[in-house]
């Protein structure tokens, strides 16, 4: 494997004990090369500034001093072209959201076996974004077309186009419909005519589209 070939990461969580196991399980892989590793946002703002920028920053989203999202969005405007990958201990709605309107371009579960995490690494690498099996690959398809993206989009109606946005915020789907003043039927199928005309699986799939073609303001 020549060294063009090897993806260079950092590690980024304030749990030692997490940072170390996932150290020796990744240098088991010839396909990753971990740079550096740090406890928090801050540490590893240092250490990009300093020079060490990995193409791909395995990132925790809860820790001190400078949290995932504020590091995400350090990395998004200083080094756009570093991949985040979110490492989150639970499947939960809003801080992948939050996360993914920060700049990260995907998420993994901390329980996920080693294989699936270095396979996430190189598709985020790869394409940008990673997201389990939340979004397709119909969608990271268009998402990577901007012309396909701009067709996609011309075929949504304002109320779509409405919660689209609206998806991006915290509230539920019973509070989407009533800032919309409509029914939580409607709201169900908008949601359902979304998944099928797009191929979207989540609403964390409904975000990452909104959010790439510019549905809502970061």
């Known amino acids: 494997m020549s060294e063009d070939q ?30 550096f590793d740090a406890p928090n946002g801050a540490v590893m703002k240092q250490k990009m500034i300093e020079g060490l920028i990995p193409e791909v920053v395995l990132l925790d989203i809860s820790m001190p001093i400078v949290d995932g999202y ?3 969005a350090w990395i998004k405007e200083n080094y756009p072209q570093t991949r985040i990958l979110a490492l989150s201990m639970f499947e939960e709605d809003k ?28 598709t985020i690498k790869q394409q940008g974004y990673y997201l389990n099996d939340l979004v397709s690959g119909k969608l990271l398809k ?45 709201i169900d199928n908008y949601r359902q005519e979304i ?22 303001e970061l």
Do not use: W
């Not at 997490?18 to 020796?24: N, T, V």
């Open 70 to 72: 504020q590091a995400a």
């Open 142 to 186: 268009n998402i990577q077309d901007n012309t396909a993206g701009q067709s996609l989009t011309s075929e949504l109606n304002p109320n779509e186009i409405r919660f689209l946005q609206l998806c991006c915020s915290e509230y539920t789907y019973k509070e989407i419909a009533e800032h919309m003043n409509l029914s939580p039927h409607t």
């Open 6 to 35: 090897i993806i260079s990461i950092a590690i980024v969580d304030d749990h030692n004990l997490f940072r170390q196991g996932m150290i020796s399980l990744l240098s088991e892989f010839r396909e990753v090369h971990i740079i």
């Open 195 to 216: 998944f099928q005309k797009f191929d979207i699986k989540s609403r964390t799939g409904l975000v990452l589209f909104a959010l790439k073609h510019d549905l809502v």
């Open 95 to 122: 801080p992948i959201i939050k996360m993914l309107k920060s700049g990260a371009g995907g998420y993994l579960l901390k329980e996920s076996k080693t294989t699936e995490l270095v396979d996430a690494i190189k």
